[in-house]
């Protein structure tokens, strides 16, 4: 004769029982062999990949000067492609564009000469600040990281009801 039991006097979380019941015949299982020839083939696989040149790899592995240059362009061709994009849809001519465009080369010399004359700025106040500049910036930002990682650890708790 089979005992039933009442709702309430059920285990609260069966799923865990069935996960250690799945894990324990699970690591009563033999390890598998790999093959022979797998190591081999793996490590001709790294050392080809450590071969490739640096414009064959992933982003991350591109020299820092390639890769702000290569964020510079698209994001300089995405905003001319934005910019053309939106002239012609609100209905202005192509050679309108292009000479608006022209006259806008002009504005950019303005822009560098003031950038440059800012950065001059900056490089004397930050030569004339010393070090306490550098360590009250080290201080803020990573005080700035700290209160991130606490933010996000909290909320990681609170969203998995860990507190």
Excluded: N
Excluded at 83 to 89: M, P
Excluded at 149 to 155: H, I, V
């Amino acid at each position: 004769m089979k005992i039933i039991r009442h709702p309430l006097f059920m285990r609260p979380t069966p799923e865990s029982e069935l996960e250690q019941a799945i894990d324990r015949e699970l690591r009563r299982l033999p390890d598998r062999r790999a093959p022979e020839t797998l190591l081999p083939r793996v490590l001709q696989a790294i050392a080809e990949r450590q071969r490739l040149p640096w414009w064959r790899k992933s982003f991350a592995y591109w020299p820092w000067p390639a890769r702000v240059l290569f964020l510079a362009g698209t994001s300089g061709l995405a905003a001319f492609l934005v910019y053309f994009t939106w002239g012609l849809t609100s209905g202005v001519s192509l050679g309108s564009l292009t000479d608006e465009l022209g006259q806008l080369s002009g504005r950019f010399e303005l822009v560098r000469g003031l950038g440059g004359t800012l950065g001059g700025a900056v490089l004397t106040l930050v030569r004339s600040a010393g070090p306490w500049l550098l360590w009250g910036t080290v201080g803020v930002l990573g005080a700035c990281y700290l209160t991130t990682m606490a933010l996000g650890t909290f909320c990681w708790r609170l969203a998995s009801q860990r507190i």
